[in-house]
């Protein structure tokens, strides 16, 4: 069993050091002391990862470099924004208010949550009159970009285009769920798998309001759980808010750190 530190350390090598692109159409690669995500704009954009030996003066140079880069990817592939993920054990310690000196801004931190497949409860269903569907075609997607829109009240446009495009080059990767009832969907969430490493992450999770505490979020976990043990995977990590944090808690997952991203956005 890998302690705290071995298992941060592992994330840090295998999700962020060598990352491996999460869509069709993107480059991952090394910047000196940084790795970055670069796609178009309904791709995630950003740092993904800097070097635990970044100094001060080489992390002024390394933020202009990448506001640099992906203000060139505005003309050449519309992106508008991109995001630095800056960890709680990254460094140097100021690096977030370096961040906001060049324009950053913070969006709410999330905690980094790590759980070992073997360990989760995996019998969990949902309540009665709630079906899960798994997703493997276009019609399944609209209604997860739907349940999107309900469950967090904005536009799912992006997402539904974002995983139409993985879904059709890379389906092996991808595993969609989503919540139906009375033919309406009230939740939806996604795990991706990154064959090569430990992990798969949960990413998605939301549920419309007038369905929330019902146990519907507990039984798509527990779904995703089945179909990782069942896919030899050895964690999942989730990026979790402070609403879903508490439950994974309880469903056994443990935090390793927490995670702010600081959002640029391209002048126009």
Known sequence: MRT??????????????HACPDGPGVQVERDGPVVRQSGGPDDWNGVAWSSPALDGEGAGAAVAAQV???????????????????????????LGDRLRAAGFVPEPPETLMVA???????DAGPPAGVEVREVHD?????????????????????L??????????????????VAVADGLPVSSARMELYPGTSF????????????????IY???????????AARGVEYLQVDASADSAPILA?????????????????AS
């Open 160 to 177: 539904r285009d974002h995983l139409l495009a993985r879904l059709a080059a890379a389906p092996e990767d991808f595993f969609g769920l």
């Open 250 to 266: 309880r469903l056994g997952f443990s935090a390793l750190a927490t995670t702010t991203p600081y959002v640029y956005r391209i």
């Open 68 to 94: 640099a880069h992906y203000e060139a990817l505005r003309v050449a592939r519309g992106v508008t924004h991109f995001e630095w993920k800056l960890y709680s054990h990254d460094r140097p310690a100021d």
């Open 200 to 215: 798969a992450g949960l990413w998605g999770g939301g549920t419309h309001p007038a369905w929330r505490g019902r146990g």
């Open 116 to 122: 070992a497949v073997a360990d989760l409860p995996a």
């Open 138 to 158: 276009e019609a399944g997607v609209r209604m997860m970009a739907d349940a999107n829109e309900a469950s967090f009240g904005r536009d799912a446009s992006w």
């Open 218 to 228: 507990r039984a798509l976990v527990a779904h995703r759980a089945r179909t990782a």
């Open 4 to 17: 705290h530190e071995e298992l941060l350390a592992l994330f840090d090598d295998e999700m962020r050091e």
